[in-house]
């Protein structure tokens, strides 16, 4: 076993903002063993991952899996042992089992061994998160003495509570913060993480490094963006967002403490770019780490379908997209040219197939039965309860997976058929807005993202753009027919779904009472639809699954 020579006056620490695959234990311990040689090559003394990257985060219920734990063990012995060739140490993130139950831990590796352990001691129980279901609390940390430099390692929801970790490494000689992190995005995230981070720095005094996770797990999308801070609350470097990417940072000693010496700061996306980019991502390690080989959905010729069908070819290339154009009876020559100017757009591939037969079909099947009823609802479900029976053929035939495409607004309301349009594995789209998915694609029609596989230029048609959006299953429908116009169904929404709000609050931004009874009417009774719902990119602080849960059984009504 080699010994590791003690920093003097600098530290050189790599911030590994890398996609781990939650389970995939031997995968990921290549990667961070890659990420290691790569630090090494580029003079690092110490190498942070983020939190519990060995199993990927968020494990969920995989660790209640002894098997599972000791797989996970054995994988922070093996990157223990490659640290006695002198190069780097490692602080690394992996669940564990302890003498009185599971820990959410990090290691700190270097010189063969593991050179300290940490447990979590703050666990978050809110929205996406539900960490005391499976771990259990750890004790008040110390800091770690890594070649002669006294180093706090904080986990994630540590720093955003006062419950006095930051504080207590100050207390007992902690000299610089590295905090490995498991932050999944939504809208406005990267100001939120740096307001927690500059109270930490304040009532400390000391330089924090913010390291966190980037890739899709589920709905959630890891943005990575890590970062820090200097003593002095100075901004000491920003990396990249939805990237990955290791950077070496240089830190020197000085009286006043750590400061980094050397810096790069990238430019944070604005809203839509950072949102779009959001569903590319997710949208792209869902597909992929489920390994299917290619996507299929119907493409009618409408806003959503266009987007979620420009997400998927900037996300797997054209050649892994089919579109299927699938008409009825209603179906306007304008969303026929549509369809197939964005198909053509994007260089995916494109089929026409009616739907007038099995359509036919199955209501001359129901004739007898609904003999004497009047056409209506039944038979507009019909439509497209068939388009979503031929996508899903179409999926069993070749094993595409089929990309479901309807909006939040939509969802909130229960504007979706059940084994129809909501049939599908995943849904890039889900918690946007009517009105944030037109925001989006005419964002996309200006930019082609970083790393994008599709085509520049419009590839949302214009026409499509600037239409009336509508089901069309009936003549001359439009769903403002029925729904309040978007930007005030959206506005009412936010207010019920994001924010909480009380009616009367909601009437007092200048709303009618009658609608915003109407829509919180329907948002409750939606809720049995939405449970059957396909998992979803999270854009919103509260989206609908693991943000929102709410009683499918509910006879409360805000009538105040």
Not at 325 to 341: I, R
Request: proline letters at 5%; charged letters at 25%.
């Amino acid at each position: 076993m080699s010994e590791t020579k003690k920093i003097s006056d600098v530290l050189r620490v790599a911030i590994a903002q890398l996609n781990p695959t939650v389970g995939d234990i031997a995968g990921n311990l290549a990667r961070a063993r890659a990420a290691r040689q790569d630090a090494a090559s580029q003079g690092a003394d110490l190498v942070l991952f983020t939190e519990l990257f060995l199993s990927g985060y968020p494990p969920e219920d995989l660790v209640l899996k002894p098997a599972f734990l000791k797989a996970c063990l054995a994988a922070v012995e093996q990157l223990a042992a490659d640290t006695a060739d002198g190069g780097p140490g490692v602080i690394i993130g992996f669940p564990r089992q302890g003498e009185k139950g599971r820990h959410n831990s990090v290691a700190v590796l270097d010189a063969g061994r593991i050179l300290a352990l940490r447990d979590k001691v703050d666990l978050p129980n809110y929205g996406e998160f539900d960490e005391k279901r499976v771990f259990i609390e750890g004790e008040m940390p110390g800091p770690v003495n890594f070649r002669g430099v006294r180093i706090g390692v904080p986990i994630c929801e540590e720093i955003w509570n006062d419950l006095g970790v930051c504080e207590t490494l100050a207390e007992t000689g902690a000299e610089i913060l590295l905090v490995p992190n498991g932050s999944p995005y939504y809208r406005g995230k990267v100001d939120v993480r740096h307001q927690v981070v500059l109270r930490q720095v304040i009532e400390t005094g000391l330089p924090l490094i913010y390291a966190n996770q980037v890739g899709g797990q589920d709905e959630l999308v890891f943005d990575g963006a890590s970062f820090a801070f200097n003593g002095d609350k100075s901004l000491a470097f920003q990396m990249s967002q939805f990237e990955e990417t290791l950077s070496v940072s240089t830190w020197k000693r000085t009286e006043d403490g750590w400061r980094c010496r050397e810096s790069a700061v990238s430019k944070i996306p604005d809203q839509e770019e950072a949102d779009y980019r959001a569903c590319v991502l997710g949208f792209k390690d869902y597909v992929n780490k489920n390994s299917f080989k290619s996507v299929v959905l119907g493409l009618s010729g409408g806003i959503d379908s266009a987007l979620c069908a420009a997400i998927a070819v900037d996300a797997l290339g054209e050649e892994r997209v089919r579109t299927i154009m699938l008409p009825y009876h209603y179906t306007s020559e304008e969303s026929f040219a549509d369809a197939a100017a964005c198909a053509k757009a994007l260089g995916c591939h494109y089929d026409t197939v009616p739907i007038i037969e099995p359509v036919q079909g199955f209501l001359s099947a129901l004739a007898d039965m609904f003999e004497g009823t009047e056409s209506g609802i039944t038979e507009e479900n019909l439509q497209s309860r068939t388009r979503g029976t031929i996508l899903m053929a179409v999926s069993n035939k070749f094993g595409s997976m089929v990309v479901t495409t309807g909006n939040k607004s939509e969802m909130s309301v229960g504007y979706a058929t059940l084994y129809g349009d909501m049939n599908g594995g995943f849904n890039p789209i889900k918690d946007l807005y009517k009105m944030q998915v037109y925001a989006l694609s005419a964002w996309r029609n200006q930019h082609v993202p970083p790393g994008a596989l599709g085509p520049s230029g419009e590839v949302i048609p214009a026409n499509i753009l600037s239409k009336a959006p509508s089901a069309e299953l009936r003549p001359n429908q439009t769903d403002q027919d029925s729904l309040p116009p978007y930007p005030v169904l959206d506005d009412i929404l936010e207010c019920l779904v994001e924010k909480e709000m009380a009616v009367e609050d909601i009437v007092g931004r200048g709303h009618d009472i009658a609608v915003v009874h109407r829509v919180e009417h329907l948002l409750y009774l939606a809720e049995y639809k939405r449970r059957q719902s396909a998992p979803g990119v999270k854009i919103t602080k509260k989206n609908f699954g693991r943000d929102r849960r709410y009683p499918i059984t509910n006879r409360f009504r805000d009538r105040a």
